[in-house]
T-cell receptor, first 114, second 110 residues
Framework: NAGVTQTPKFQVLKTGQSMTLQCAQD?????MSWYRQDPGMGLRLIHY???????DQGEVPNGYNVSRSTTEDFPLRLLSAAPSQTSVYFC?????????????FGSGTQLSVL | SQQGEEDPQALSIQEGENATMNCSYK?????LQWYRQNSGRGLVHLIL?????REKHSGRLRVTLDTSKKSSSLLITASRAADTASYFC??????????FGAGTILRVKS
């Protein structure tokens, strides 16, 4: 099983550039989310989705956009990259409907904004 | 602000010793979960304890939950060098999202 797949693994951007981090899951999970991880701060929720067509903001949504057109995919868009967005980004999915209730994580994208 | 706060921030022990990490949270929860992260990798789910449970075991892991104190502890018994990792608690506050704490860095010396 592939589980949760994130691409790319590494990315370097210049300030002001835009890009999309890709996330796909093959477990038919309704719930998907994006977190960023900064040193000493654990994981902070950026955006999440409880199903296709439904998204909501997390703790730190500014500067990021998401959409959920299919159950499988949940891309994260950086509209105009800033150095403060240098971080490691994790996508996760969750089978809340079947009460397993644990998150499955991708391997992460390390993003540097210069 | 983050829901869970882990304590201690870092812990260094000898192989074979037990490791205890604590987590405090602020609001009512549906369940509390513990995750492990090896350096540079994604998080892996360890154990989940529901709000109506007080203790749960899984192999060398023991989790307790005290909802009156809004706190949980994770005990790893007979630690091994391979247990070296960061450990995070995460709370499900009925809001369709998990909120993570800042984590405890565990180092097990062989």
């Amino acid at each position: 099983n592939a589980g949760v797949t994130q691409t790319p693994k590494f990315q370097v951007l210049k300030t002001g550039q835009s890009m999309t981090l890709q996330c796909a899951q093959d477990m038919n999970h309704e719930y998907m989310s994006w977190y960023r991880q900064d040193p000493g701060m654990g994981l902070r929720l950026i955006h999440y989705s409880v199903g296709a067509g439904i998204t909501d903001q997390g703790e730190v949504p500014n500067g990021y956009n998401v959409s959920r057109s299919t159950t499988e995919d949940f891309p994260l868009r950086l509209l105009s990259a800033a150095p403060s967005q240098t971080s490691v980004y994790f996508c996760a999915s969750w089978d809340a409907g079947r009460r397993s209730e644990k998150l499955f994580f991708g391997s992460g994208t390390q993003l540097s904004v210069l | 602000s983050q829901q869970g706060e882990e304590d201690p921030q870092a812990l260094s022990i000898q192989e074979g010793e037990n490791a205890t990490m604590n987590c405090s949270y602020k609001t009512s929860i549906n369940n509390l979960q513990w995750y492990r992260q090896n350096s540079g990798r994604g998080l892996v789910h360890l154990i989940l304890i529901r709000s109506n449970e007080r203790e749960k075991h899984s192999g060398r892991l023991r989790v307790t939950l005290d909802t009156s104190k809004k706190s949980s502890s994770l005990l790893i018994t007979a630690s091994r060098a391979a247990d070296t990792a960061s450990y995070f608690c995460a709370t499900d506050d009925y809001g369709n999202k998990l909120v993570f704490g800042a984590g405890t860095i565990l180092r097990v010396k062989s």
